[in-house]
């Protein structure tokens, strides 16, 4: 789909002006340079977030499980037998998952409900549709041309109110959930454009995240992190580098891969190991932001447990869960030493439709009542990366061998994987692989895509005691926009942004983001 025409910013003193996608660098840095301006007017007018007698008081602390449905927490718990998680004693509620165009969501329409506090259709990021479209998003061609509306997100208004703000997440950070609370875009897949305004919101103090390629190797030939570290920020790309952070006196931008952060039972692998893990970075944020001495609001989310169940791939997605439980350890220690501090942990949707114990998907043969841990426990890397291998020239057979022990692949599983093998699509392979080895430890899968069961609502600290049931996810969302004093800000912030944003209309082109395909993303996860 061709780009051109589409913009981001439309000046104020210019209402029919769009920055044009492929204009002259010059032209776009100058544009940038007016956005930057107008960002830090609607948030405050303060650059450094100077708390004021409206600021929270309470630290708020806003984690996300992408695609960690109900059985996953069951399956990591009887991974060990354990008889109980760090999750467990959290638990409050459950919540209703749908968005404005369809019964099952994605991720940028399940994160905007959460940000901001309403129904959206699948796609957006930080805006609602139109008045009378039904709930759907945007697509001229087909008559639905009005503009999706902007709405102001919890993160964006906790920072004009002088709170420090900060995100950290496994996966790219333009990527659906982050980008659901720190940007404002008609189609997740616009990824270039969710940089270059994440690059001109001066409210985020801290980015944890993947997506070196949104920021360094545009289609535009811009290096926007050069844009961003002009204006004070400072660029890491290691964890090396993280831990020299010693202050957010100039706040931070750590992006640690190119695409999304490594999986971790494949980040183990490197040698030597340059990507931090989740726990290191969100020990590193809990450090800056309580050293600061000012409230604070921190994204957190463990973007990979649903890319791992995308692939059907049930070792990976224990390694992501079991990462995501020492990050909910980490987060209560600091909650029990800083009680002033609000928890809560969601999922925007479950991935898979996992079940714990299932038939053989090769034949119709009745179920055995039990699963088999010790299958998954042989697994020493994820299939993307053995479709890493096996593009780099080895075998299925070879790679399924060495990084999974399955040495005696069965006619059903050789058909299922032939199958796969037989075509181009990448997707096909890494879920045939999954299938063969979940199957075997008699995990099932349902789907490579997301399901529509509620999901468990998690909290800690100073909980509202609103925060307590079976509820619209949207209600999360509301429940800390009231009680800590962000509402009327949220509304401002979506007044301000709607009089000078704009966005392009077209949905963008299915399966592709800034006109290339990403380096080791094989399928689509959303």
Not at 165 to 173: C, D, E, K, L
Request: aromatic share 8%; proline share 5%; glycine share 8%.
């Amino acid at each position: 789909m061709e780009e051109e025409g589409f913009g981001i910013v439309k000046r104020p003193e210019t209402n029919r002006w769009l920055i044009v996608i492929g204009c002259a660098i010059v032209t776009l840095v100058l544009m940038a340079s007016v956005g930057v301006a107008i960002l830090i007017d609607v948030y405050g007018g303060d650059e450094n977030n100077t708390p004021s007698p409206d600021t929270p008081k309470t630290n708020i602390i806003f984690l996300l499980a992408d695609g960690f449905g109900p059985s996953f927490e069951t399956f990591a718990r009887q991974w060990d037998n354990s008889s109980s998680l760090p999750l467990d004693s959290w638990l409050v509620g459950h919540a209703r998952t749908d968005s404005s165009s369809s019964l099952v969501t994605d991720s940028a329409a399940g994160a905007t409900a959460y940000s901001c506090g309403a129904k959206s259709y699948n796609g957006a990021i930080g805006v609602l549709p139109a008045a009378g479209a039904g709930g759907l998003g945007p697509d001229p061609a087909i008559g639905r041309d009005d503009p999706p509306q902007i709405c102001g997100t919890l993160l964006e208004a906790a920072g004009a109110l002088g709170m420090n703000t900060a995100v950290v997440v496994t996966s790219r950070i333009t990527h659906a959930t982050p980008a659901s609370f720190i940007a404002h875009m008609s189609y997740r897949d616009y990824e270039e454009q969710i940089a270059a305004q994440i690059a001109a919101n001066t409210t985020v103090n801290l980015l944890f995240g993947g997506g070196q390629d949104q920021f360094e190797y545009r289609s535009d030939g811009q290096n926007i992190t050069t844009q961003m570290t002009n204006r004070g920020y400072r660029f890491i790309q290691t964890a090396q580098e993280m831990s020299q952070i010693t202050s957010l006196e100039n706040p931070v931008i750590g992006l640690f891969a190119k695409e999304h952060m490594d999986f971790e039972i494949d980040r183990v692998l490197e040698n030597p190991i340059t990507q931090p893990s989740l726990p290191d970075m969100v020990t590193k944020a809990l450090s800056l932001l309580s050293g600061d001495k000012k409230p604070f609001f921190l994204m957190i989310e463990g973007s990979r447990i649903d890319m791992g169940a995308h692939n059907n791939d049930a070792a990976t997605v224990y390694g992501e869960i079991m990462t995501f439980q020492k990050v909910i350890s980490i987060v209560q220690d600091f909650v029990d030493k800083n009680p002033n501090t609000f928890v809560v942990s969601v999922a925007d949707h479950s991935t898979g439709g996992m079940t714990v114990g299932s038939g053989n998907r090769f034949n119709f043969d009745y179920p055995i009542y039990t699963w088999y841990p010790n299958v998954l426990k042989q697994q020493t890397a994820s299939v993307e990366y053995m479709l890493d291998k096996i593009n780099a020239g080895i075998t299925y057979t070879e790679a399924l061998a060495t990084y999974a022990n399955i040495t005696d692949l069965n006619q059903d599983e050789i058909n299922w994987l032939n199958k796969a093998f037989a075509t181009v699509d990448n997707k096909a392979k890494l879920d045939s692989m999954g299938d063969v080895i979940s199957n075997r430890a008699q995990i099932g899968f349902t789907t490579p895509g997301h399901t529509g069961e509620d999901i468990n609502i998690y909290s800690y600290g100073k909980i509202p005691s609103s925060l307590r049931g079976v509820m619209r996810n949207t209600d999360v969302g509301n429940i800390i926009a009231n009680e800590f004093g962000l509402r009327d800000k949220m509304n401002e912030i979506a007044k301000q942004l709607s009089s000078w944003m704009t966005f392009p209309l077209e949905p963008f082109g299915n399966k592709k983001r800034d006109g290339h395909e990403h380096e080791h993303i094989y399928g689509y996860h959303d």
